[in-house]
């Protein structure tokens, strides 16, 4: 029993990195966008902030929001990369209908019109191949 709990717990650890790293791909993404012109185009008016403390915050919950990603995959072998690769919609789900209109974005962000709320989601794909692609790599 307390092997699993160990097992577990190192996978909980690998997935929390994974999302770390997974976070910083949407923070680089989302540079990408801005210097493109891309973001412009759907609302967006300023690049991410690279500074801290406000470059701490979506690493920290891109950690978070990979550890139920690490129970749901335990021990699952089909369907992987599929899981990972929606999981992503965890977050902008929280983001449509709890941040966005804590910081006067109304519902999926719309006040900004509604390139910005596929901005929202165009964006944070990364978050969900980066992380379990990670999270195979490093449990394996």
Same mark, same amino acid.
């Given at each position: 029993?307390?092997?699993i709990i160990?097992?577990?717990?190192?996978?909980?650890?690998?997935?929390?990195?994974?999302?770390?790293?997974?976070?910083?791909?949407?923070?680089?993404?989302?540079?990408?966008?801005?210097?493109?012109?891309?973001?412009?185009?759907m609302g967006?008016?300023?690049? +991410?902030? /690279?500074?801290?403390?406000? &470059?701490?915050? %979506?690493?920290?919950?891109? !950690? @978070?929001?990979?550890?139920?990603? $690490?129970?749901?995959?335990?021990?699952?072998?089909?369907?992987?990369?599929?899981?990972?690769?929606?999981?992503?919609?965890? +977050?902008? /789900?929280?983001?449509?209908? &709890?941040?966005? %209109?804590?910081?006067?974005? !109304? @519902?999926?962000?719309?006040?900004? $019109?509604?390139?910005?709320?596929?901005?929202?989601?165009?964006?944070?794909?990364?978050?969900?191949?980066?992380?379990?692609?990670?999270?195979?790599?490093?449990?394996?």
């Open positions: 029993m307390l092997n160990t097992k577990i717990r190192g996978y909980i650890a690998v997935c929390f990195t994974s999302g770390v790293i997974g976070a910083l791909a949407v923070v680089i993404f989302s540079l990408v966008l801005y210097y493109t012109g891309i973001a412009a185009l967006v008016a300023a690049p +991410p902030k /690279l500074t801290p403390p406000d &470059i701490y915050r %979506p690493l920290f919950w891109g !950690g @978070l929001w990979a550890i139920p990603f $690490g129970l749901i995959t335990w021990k699952r072998e089909s369907h992987y990369y599929l899981i990972g690769w929606l999981y992503f919609l965890a +977050p902008v /789900l929280a983001l449509y209908f &709890i941040f966005a %209109p804590m910081r006067g974005l !109304g @519902l999926f962000g719309l006040s900004k $019109g509604p390139l910005f709320a596929v901005y929202l989601i165009l964006v944070n794909v990364p978050y969900g191949i980066f992380t379990s692609i990670l999270a195979r790599l490093l449990s394996a």
